[in-house]
Each structure stands twice: as C-alpha cells, then as structure tokens.
T-cell receptor, first 111, second 117 residues
Framework: DAKTTQPNSMESNEEEPVHLPCNHS???????IHWYRQLPSQGPEYVIH???SNVNNRMASLAIAEDRKSSTLILHRATLRDAAVYYC????????????FGQGTTLQVKP | GAVVSQHPSRVICKSGTSVKIECRSL??????MFWYRQFPKQSLMLMAT?????????EQGVEKDKFLINHASLTLSTLTVTSAHPEDSSFYIC?????????????FGPGTRLTVL
C-alpha cells in the first residue's frame, strides 16, 4: 500500500484557516486520497476525498498537487470542535475498500 | 451522512469470557464492513474485512479463532472476542462501505470500549 507522511501535530487559532499537509510520493494513478478525522474516544469521521481535481464540501477543501504527490486539507475557519487527529489515507485497495491508517496529524485549536 | 452504530458502546468483562460487539449500518446496505482495533495513543489497526454471506478475511497476525466475525445481513456484522484476556482491552471500531457514484466511502461506528478484568 502506498504510504502517506503527515506532521505529527499542528496548532491553529480559532476562526483562522488551517492547512494540513500530506505527502504521498509513491501514489499510483488509481489511488484516491481520503481524509478522515477522529475526535477523542470516537470513531473516525469522513471529511473529504479526491482523485485529481481539487474538491470542496461543507466541511473542508482538498487541494491536490498537479503531480499528485502531495495534498492539503484546508479547514477554512477552524473551530474548537475541529480539534482532532486528521488522517490522510490512500485508497490503493484494488477495490477491496481497505484503509490503512497512519499516525495522522493531531490538530490543536487555540481559542 | 450515512450512519453506522455499534453496540454496546462500552463493556467490562471478566477474563475468560466472550464478548459480542454489533455493528449496524442504519440507513444503507453494506456488503463489506471492516473491524479495527485502537490502543491508547495509537492509530487504528485493521483487523479484518467482513463480507456479507462469506467468511471474513483477517489481517496478518490477527487470530481468526479468537476474533469471530459474522456478517449475517447487509446491515449487520458482529465481532465476538472469545476467551477475552486483559491484553484484548481496546477500542474496537467498525466501518461500512457505502457506494456513491464511482467511489466508495467508509463510514465508521462510534466505537466500543472493551475492558477485560
């Protein structure tokens, strides 16, 4: 499975934008880029996913580099409820659907 | 978004007993579900893939006779931890795949906290 690299932790101020980076230099052409987040003592929550083009939804935006070797999850205005561990995962499952979680980025949001 | 539930949310049992955890997709059918385990301060570890109507596929190092998985219907998968021991204490999380257009999205349950005394 192609691997991803994320910073262990990041800090943000409330109501400011947050850019969470993810490197995936060994991504293959059919790998989707998925982002999930996990709040303490809860199951992961789907955030967004994409293949080549940038994606927007009500939670976040996903910016994908042209060579697809990196991507950035953008939270436009961080709130205290956005404090969580954010996981960037490549779906290289060959249609099995398996997601392999790395260590993710722990986002702290300061009031 | 799609909803996946787990029951119970928390269970405490004695060493040597068996514990069953249920995972349900509430508003969609899921031919494939997954079971994960998460120890404190660690990431999720995939245990097995549960397929409706067929045997589960276990990840390397996961004992299939200890972690019994049954995917009886398109909305229910169960994980039974047999002869539980304190080292099995963990946060167990299931997920279900929902088909949406050309891609699948996994939706996760809220997790079950298992404590074995």
């Amino acid at each position: 499975d192609a691997k991803t690299t994320q910073p262990n932790s990041m800090e943000s101020n409330e109501e400011e934008p947050v850019h969470l980076p993810c490197n995936h230099s060994t991504i293959s052409g059919t790998d989707y880029i998925h982002w999930y987040r996990q709040l303490p003592s809860q199951g992961p929550e789907y955030v967004i996913h994409g293949l080549t083009s940038n994606v927007n939804n009500r939670m976040a935006s996903l910016a994908i580099a042209e060579d697809r070797k990196s991507s950035t999850l953008i939270l436009h205005r961080a709130t205290l409820r956005d404090a969580a561990v954010y996981y960037c995962i490549l779906d290289g499952s060959g249609n099995t659907g398996k997601l392999i979680f790395g260590q993710g980025t722990t986002l702290q949001v300061k009031p | 978004g799609a909803v996946v539930s787990q029951h119970p949310s928390r269970v405490i049992c004695k060493s040597g007993t068996s514990v069953k955890i249920e995972c349900r997709s509430l508003d969609f059918q899921a031919t494939t579900m997954f079971w994960y385990r998460q120890f404190p301060k660690q990431s999720l570890m995939l245990m097995a893939t549960s397929n409706e109507g067929s045997k589960a596929t276990y990840e390397q190092g996961v004992e299939k006779d200890k972690f019994l998985i049954n995917h009886a219907s398109l909305t229910l998968s169960t994980l039974t931890v047999t002869s539980a021991h304190p080292e099995d204490s963990s946060f167990y999380i299931c997920s279900a795949i929902r088909l949406a257009g050309n891609t699948d999205t996994q939706y996760f349950g809220p997790g079950t906290r298992l404590t074995v005394l």
